[in-house]
């Protein structure tokens, strides 16, 4: 029975091939949807209230002629990690900017996790939503780090912020930059990521490289202020909570991670965490 249904899979693949046209065993392949044209303006400089600007990159509909909606992401992982994202909604008719957060790829200034994001988000919307290819509305998209300054700006009442699209936001004081007052090995590893004005993509994604730093910490019983000190990356936050408290040590060190000094003094994580709390207690979200 089992060559018998061979016999006549194979007369099937026959008859099939019979219908085809001479010279070609299968058919054509489907011709490639020709994408929409997008328009790309680099470089653009967007004025903080502070005198810092923040670098953009502009994807807009080619032709359009009219106004458009404009979403907004503002990230810590160089503009170019969302390119694919810019590009889809730019052919569906928005225009999506692309911002470096502050001291980040092309951005001026000096990146402070948690420090900026509200007073930067509000005036990038407001500055989006005065240009002539924008129609006033404005919304905000992202996840994780990208999730989390959508609610930071969110707070500031930008007038043109339309919506906000989070997922996966961070929240701080409950989830980053520790839990119940313990910090993560983890923020170090994310901290490098976010370290100069690079991606360091390949550095943070290194997995046995990070494996191998933390099990140097853990099975030696190492405290984790050491562990910027094992990893090569001083950050000055994790040992002393100052800027230049150990300045002997921060100049001999591999690398200086510039920007954390303010993020979290290591003895007052509790009392940071209620007043960054209480700075999103009244925000009231609808059904």
Known sequence: MGRDWIRGLHGASVLFLSFAPRGRAQPDAPTPEVLKAVDLVWGVKIPMRDGMHLNATLYKPTGMTASLPVILTLTPY????????????????YVFALVDMRGRGNSEGRFEPLVHDAHDGHDDV??????????????????????????????????????????????PAVDIPFFKNIFYSYEVQWLTFTSGVTSNANLFGEAPFWISCFREMYPNHRPFKDLDTIVG???????AGERGARPVEAT????????????????????WAAGFMHEFAWLEIAP
């Not at 590009?87 to 008719?93: C, H, P």
């Not at 006033?136 to 969110?154: K, L, P």
């Open 126 to 171: 407001e500055w989006l939503a005065k240009q002539t290819w924008c129609d006033g509305q404005v919304a905000m998209w992202g996840g994780s780090y990208a999730g989390f300054n959508q609610w930071a700006t969110v707070k500031e009442f930008p007038p043109h912020l339309k919506t906000i699209v989070p997922v996966a936001a961070a929240f």
């Open 233 to 239: 990356n001083h950050l000055s936050s994790i040992g």
């Open 78 to 93: 160089i503009a170019d990690s969302y390119h694919n994202r810019a590009f889809y909604f730019a052919r569906d008719g």
């Open 252 to 271: 001999t060190r591999a690398h200086q991670l510039d920007g954390h000094s303010r993020w979290i003094p290591p003895d007052r994580g509790i009392e």
